[in-house]
């Protein structure tokens, strides 16, 4: 297996993270760790994009084109949908309160 990059987050050390290849091309890579915070990077290890979360990242995943990505987190009705082609973040409020 050839090492593309590495991903050298100091927030990350120790703690569990979660990560996503964006599906179809596989230009995008998310990854959350215990920061509250979605990073996608590209094929070349540079950050495009991040997403503030007011929780723990609950799950991730892109659709089945991988045009967009979309994060549910703790502590949110949201849901948080980043757009590889615009390389913008919208929110969609679910209805769902939490407690």
């Not at 070349?44 to 549910?72: F, T, Y």
Request: aromatic letters at 10%.
């Amino acid at each position: 297996m050839k090492r593309i990059f590495s991903l050298l987050e100091k927030t990350w050390l120790g703690a569990p993270i979660q990560f996503a290849w964006q599906k179809t091309s596989g230009n995008y890579l998310a990854v959350t760790g215990a920061d509250y915070i979605v990073k996608i990077f590209d094929r070349h290890g540079q950050k495009r994009s991040e997403i503030n979360l007011p929780g723990n990242c609950v799950a991730m995943d892109w659709d089945k084109d991988g045009d967009v990505l979309a994060v549910i987190a703790e502590k949110s009705s949201c849901i948080y949908l980043w757009d590889a082609n615009t390389n913008k973040t919208s929110q969609l409020d679910n209805g769902m309160r939490h407690k």
